[in-house]
Nanobody, 122 residues
Framework: QVQLVESGGGLVQPGDSLTLSCATSGVDSKYHVIGWFRQAPGKEREGVSWIKSSDGTAWYSDSVKGRFTISRDNAQNTVFLQMNNLKPEDTAVYYC???????????????WGQGTQVTVSS
């Protein structure tokens, strides 16, 4: 059974940094991809970044490329999202999700965390 628990959200000012964590269990490193999605009030959910458990291949959306970094610690079964130079438009609930590559890339992963709020405001 796949379980995901996010942590690390909070209220920060523009330009600040924040690191989100996703503690996982039940993930199959051969087949699963772990990703971060976000949803702002009144907006559709969007994919932010994902990483393959097997080889560390990563992807970023254009809106966060160069500012966010995804990484994994296989020993701790944890995936991190380092967010630098945060902007007000990064404000959203951030969700960790896991599934096969196809399911995650098309935006319909079956396994989700509970979400963590990130608010960027001066």
């Amino acid at each position: 059974q796949v379980q995901l628990v996010e942590s690390g959200g909070g209220l920060v000012q523009p330009g600040d940094s924040l690191t989100l964590s996703c503690a996982t269990s039940g993930v199959d490193s051969k087949y699963h991809v772990i990703g971060w999605f976000r949803q702002a009030p009144g907006k559709e959910r969007e994919g932010v970044s994902w990483i393959k458990s097997s080889d560390g291949t990563a992807w970023y959306s254009d809106s966060v490329k160069g500012r966010f970094t995804i990484s994994r610690d296989n020993a701790q079964n944890t995936v991190f999202l380092q967010m630098n130079n945060l902007k007000p438009e990064d404000t959203a609930v951030y969700y960790c999700a896991v599934d096969t590559f196809t399911m995650l890339v098309i935006g319909t992963p079956r396994y989700w965390g509970q979400g963590t709020q990130v608010t960027v405001s001066s």
